[in-house]
């Protein structure tokens, strides 16, 4: 009596079992037809995510922002400011040197140096900064073929532009890069608090300006372990041998034969020579030893510079600490018009001693510029725009303290 029991028992059980598996792979399938659906869609519209940018000033920082920003495949329109005219961008003749992991990055971007003016030296490229931004200009206008690029050229970034431009329609990201005098940033009320700090070290800079000499890009000219006598001047160097460790200075010649700049710079030390260049009040000691600095080390196609030609040389009086300031806030993020504000090149970074390297600075800023405009346009909500604002002020920070740890070394003292 008990086995048809037992045996309905055993094929009720076998259906329940087989029923409670098909329902779990029935569940299982649709969670990963969900999951499925949902990254795909996820990935679509990401894909399809785009943003408006605004770059205020149009120098070679806010160019390179221009170009990170028009190649990343996430802008829908670019719109370019800077107060000065075309003509007055492209003839500014001073150099700049783009050290080569500035170079790379600006490969990445598409510029093509073999079709640049300038020199190449040990993978750093020297060039103009007037032929640099022209040839940046023409990579976005290039690219106004396929995106909606403005070049508001002569057009002055202020409080009337807000109220006329961008009353109702507000760019999703503003990248301002309108130098140190810039005033961008206190418009749109970003604090104008500045963080100044030691690079311990010391320095003076020289220029000579010879109007009849080429403006033509020359490599630079880097000489070190250079000591000066200066006994002519009251300084004793009977002593300076029994100080603990001379101090080593480090000279650099950059510039076109035209505007001939030195630069000269040593590490932080309480040595003899150190204060005695630090403290004199001569200016004719300086000018002495940026004549004799040039005269030694110049090109040899260059000619010298003659007792005669010193009124030429305008230089630092004395020697004095080099300090990088940087901004407190260089990222912010304005609620009501759900925009995205980043501050780069010397409206974020300035240092008070030149080098002739100061626009690579500022594109370490910009390396992390794509990824932040990429994160800004696929956000969902205000948190995803936050953690875009907080990686990009990580950076910032990191580009800052990276130079105060290695930037002299590797622009002066290697």
């Known amino acids: 009596m008990d086995e048809p029991g037992a045996r309905l028992d055993a094929s009720w059980r076998a259906q329940y079992e087989r029923l409670a598996v098909e329902a779990a792979l029935s569940t299982l399938l649709a969670v990963l037809l969900y999951a499925a659906l949902k990254v795909s869609v996820d990935g679509i519209r990401k894909w399809r995510a785009k943003v408006s940018v605004l770059v205020v000033g149009a120098g070679p920082v806010g160019l390179t922002a221009a170009l990170v920003a028009v190649r990343s495949g996430k802008v829908l329109k670019l719109r370019l400011?800077?107060?000065?005219?075309?003509?007055?961008?492209?003839?500014?003749?001073?150099?700049?040197?783009?050290?080569?992991?500035?170079?790379?990055?600006?490969?990445?971007?598409?510029v093509d140096f073999d079709n640049m003016e300038g020199c190449w030296d040990k993978e750093s490229f020297f060039t103009k900064i007037g032929v640099f931004q022209e040839h940046l200009l023409?990579?976005?206008?290039?690219?106004?073929?396929?995106?909606?690029?403005c070049l508001s050229l002569g057009t002055k970034f202020s409080d009337d532009f807000l109220k006329k431009n961008l009353a109702s329609n507000w760019p999703k990201i503003i990248i301002i890069a309108d130098g140190s005098c810039g005033e961008s940033s206190t418009i749109l009320g970003i604090s104008p608090d500045y963080i100044v700090e030691s690079c311990n070290a010391y320095g003076a800079n020289a220029v000579i300006e010879?109007?009849?000499?080429?403006?033509?890009?020359?490599?630079?000219?880097?000489?070190?372990?250079?000591?000066?006598?200066?006994?002519?001047?009251?300084?004793?160097?009977?002593?300076?041998?029994?100080?603990?460790s001379k101090p080593g200075f480090h000279l650099k010649i950059y510039g076109t034969f035209h505007n001939r700049y030195l630069a000269l710079a040593c590490p932080a030390s309480d040595s003899k020579i150190v204060r005695?260049?630090?403290h004199t009040c001569s200016s004719s000691i300086?000018?002495?030893?940026?004549h004799q600095s040039f005269n030694a080390y110049k090109m040899d196609i260059e000619p010298r510079v003659n007792e005669l030609m010193l009124h030429h040389i305008q230089c630092s009086h004395r020697i004095f600490e080099i300090m990088l300031s940087h901004r407190r806030v260089t990222a912010a993020f304005i609620e009501g018009e759900n925009t995205v504000v980043i501050v780069?090149?010397?409206?974020?970074?300035?240092?008070?001693f030149d080098t002739g390297c100061g626009v690579n600075l500022g594109l370490r800023g910009l390396e992390s510029m794509e990824e932040l405009i990429y994160k800004v346009a696929t956000a969902v909500d205000q948190n995803d725009l936050f953690e875009a604002l907080a990686a990009k002020i990580r950076h910032s920070k990191q580009v800052a303290e990276d130079f105060k740890q290695n930037g002299l070394f590797a622009t002066m003292f290697e």
């Open 81 to 110: 400011l800077d107060q000065r005219s075309r003509s007055a961008l492209l003839c500014r003749p001073q150099q700049i040197a783009l050290e080569p992991r500035s170079v790379r990055f600006l490969l990445g971007l598409g």
């Open 276 to 278: 005695f260049l630090r």
């Open 138 to 149: 023409s990579l976005l206008e290039w690219h106004k073929r396929r995106l909606d690029v």
């Open 210 to 244: 010879r109007p009849d000499q080429r403006q033509v890009p020359t490599p630079e000219i880097r000489a070190h372990s250079l000591y000066f006598d200066l006994s002519a001047y009251g300084m004793d160097m009977t002593t300076m041998g029994k100080e603990p």
């Open 344 to 352: 780069e090149g010397e409206a974020a970074r300035v240092l008070n």
């Open 286 to 290: 300086m000018k002495n030893i940026f």
